[in-house]
């Protein structure tokens, strides 16, 4: 029995051109036969690279050819959405294909494997990401809302908008800011989901560490809460200073959300700590965890109501 020749080692793992196998040796016989997949015309994936379909670095991997088989395109919407890695619920982002993006003076790319989308461009809306051309975060985050919620949107922009932990995350500078979320609106005038983006614009804000954060805030003013401090720092005294989620300082409230990493051992200590802290400083701390978050944070919000209630905080109307 005769088998296949091996590929070359930068060809053996990840999706490539037929050109590039041309470039690299491999005839065109080669590429005909022998754990060879071809998910699009002008593409080959290795069947055997081990990498399931929805792994992040093999969706890098595919959509890299397919941007540079297609002139003038780029990986965006869904595709987009998920190697940034973006916060939120994006609905058929778990759907198969590579969505690719095309100006408007040229067709649509129309090929097997990939969903094909048009619009304006501007130099700046297209990057590079693993090798491949992706629109830029912030283009995504509006080529995605014509999908997403307004809560969704919001998730997304606080997303962008959080400035990092320079010595955890190695970047110093938040993704975008509002003014370069304001200026994408301005720029596509009358785009799909436009509306739902102004609206998102609105509702984000500075200092949400995580989706769940931002829809606990969400939540909470849309019941007629005060407006809360978002991760700002507070003074407790004797030098101590607290970092809470959401903060209502005039009532002497905080709130925390716990998430899974609020289970291990050393976490508790802390939060045993944290809440020592604001307990002898005279505030109510309000922890909030996943089950609290369930029927639009109803709970949540049960329990946040009930402490500011005790610190005479009056609903209107």
Request: glycine fraction near 8%; include cysteine.
């Amino acid at each position: 029995m005769k088998y296949p020749s091996p590929l070359p080692d930068h060809l053996s793992a990840v999706p490539f051109t037929v050109h590039e196998a041309l470039d690299a040796g491999i005839s065109r016989d080669r590429l005909k036969i022998g754990g060879l997949v071809t998910p699009s015309r002008g593409i080959r994936v290795p069947s055997d690279d081990g990498s399931g379909p929805e792994c992040l670095m093999r969706l890098a991997q595919l959509a890299r050819p397919h941007t540079l088989v297609t002139r003038l395109s780029a990986a965006s919407h869904a595709t987009a959405f998920l190697l940034r890695e973006f916060p939120g619920f994006l609905p058929g982002a778990d759907q198969p294909g590579v969505h690719i993006s095309r100006p408007d003076a040229v067709t649509i790319a129309r090929r097997r494997g990939v969903v094909g989308h048009r619009g304006q461009f501007f130099p700046d809306e297209i990057v590079e990401l693993h090798g491949a051309f992706v629109t830029s975060r912030v283009r995504t985050w509006l080529d995605i809302a014509r999908r997403m919620s307004v809560d969704e949107l919001t998730v997304v922009a606080d997303h962008l908008l959080r400035h990092p932990r320079p010595e955890f995350e190695g970047r110093s500078a938040p993704h975008a800011t509002l003014d370069e979320l304001a200026d994408m609106l301005d720029r596509h005038k009358g785009t799909p989901g436009i509306r739902k983006a102004r609206l998102a614009v609105e509702q984000a804000r500075v200092g949400a560490d995580s989706a769940p954060e931002t829809r606990l805030r969400l939540a909470l003013a849309r019941r007629g809460f005060p407006d809360a401090d978002v991760n700002v720092p507070v003074a407790l005294g004797g030098g101590i200073v607290r970092q809470p989620d959401l903060a209502y300082p005039e009532f002497r409230v905080a709130v925390e959300y716990d998430g899974e990493g609020h289970s291990d051992p050393a976490q508790v200590l802390r939060d045993i700590s944290r809440d020592e802290d604001f307990a002898a400083a005279g505030w109510i701390l309000v922890r909030i965890g996943k089950t609290h978050m369930e029927n639009d944070a109803r709970a949540a919000a049960r329990k946040v109501r009930l402490a500011l209630l005790a610190r005479g905080w009056s609903p209107s109307g």
